[in-house]
């Protein structure tokens, strides 16, 4: 690692992914992570598989797996999250449905699989080339896409100041990125997605794209002729 890259493990450490695992297990999924998993449920996602991407301890693959999700890959690239996750599953036992993989999505995208569902749980906001790793991931994308990313608002602005002056003071190269949310929703349009669901909160917007389908793709061109 140079020092123009940031550094995952010290911000995703073992410590914090530990204390993240207790309050999983202790309270379930919380806020934004919970408003996501509900949002997918009620989309749908029995029988489908799942490609989590920044997937820190694996809340969302648990917690559909037990929705009746039928597979996981977990892409995770911090090495203390990522054997947390593998950890729990084997506990829960449903490390047989999982596959794990570590690193950088984008470096690692040719050879990932698609997915019926991508999810991207504030994964976005820590990654400075948004366009790369949202084309990337929702390319593959076969049925619905879910995020999570900060709103554009004053108190945002204001949090993105504060943490990254902490990692500048501490020569920590990470940082927190406020990508536009209509940016990313342009990406994702383009990528061949539309709008399913949204919610947004003080903090964070809560959203999941559809891919059409062959029918309906059809229909969409026929009416714009």
């Not at 449920?41 to 999700?69: M, N, P, R």
């Not at 906001?125 to 004053?154: D, H, K, N």
């Amino acid at each position: 690692m140079n020092c123009c890259e940031p550094d995952y493990e010290t911000v995703f450490s073992e410590k914090r992914a530990k204390q993240d695992l207790k309050r999983y297990r202790r309270k379930g999924a919380d806020g934004t992570t919970r408003h996501l998993i509900d949002a997918l449920k009620a989309a749908g996602v029995q029988h489908l598989t799942l490609l989590d991407i920044g997937g820190g301890i694996g809340v969302i693959d648990q917690e559909l797996l037990a929705a009746g999700l039928e597979a996981a890959i977990h892409v995770e690239a911090s090495e203390p999250f990522a054997r947390v996750a593998e950890e729990e599953a084997v506990r829960r036992g449903t490390r047989s449905r999982m596959e794990f993989r570590r690193g950088d999505f984008v470096a690692m995208a040719d050879d990932v699989p698609a997915a019926d569902v991508v999810t991207l749980d504030r994964v976005i906001c820590c990654y400075a080339q948004m366009e790369s790793l949202v084309l990337a991931s929702a390319a593959r994308a076969r049925r619905f896409y879910g995020v999570v990313i900060p709103r554009q608002r004053t108190l945002t602005k204001t949090m993105r100041l504060g943490i990254n002056t902490m990692f500048r003071i501490t020569r920590n190269p990470f940082r927190f990125y406020l990508h536009p949310p209509a940016e990313i929703d342009r990406v994702l349009r383009r990528a061949g997605l539309r709008l399913h669901s949204i919610r947004d909160t003080l903090i964070w917007r809560v959203a999941v794209y559809e891919r059409p389908r062959e029918r309906d793709a059809r229909k969409q061109t026929d009416t714009t002729r």
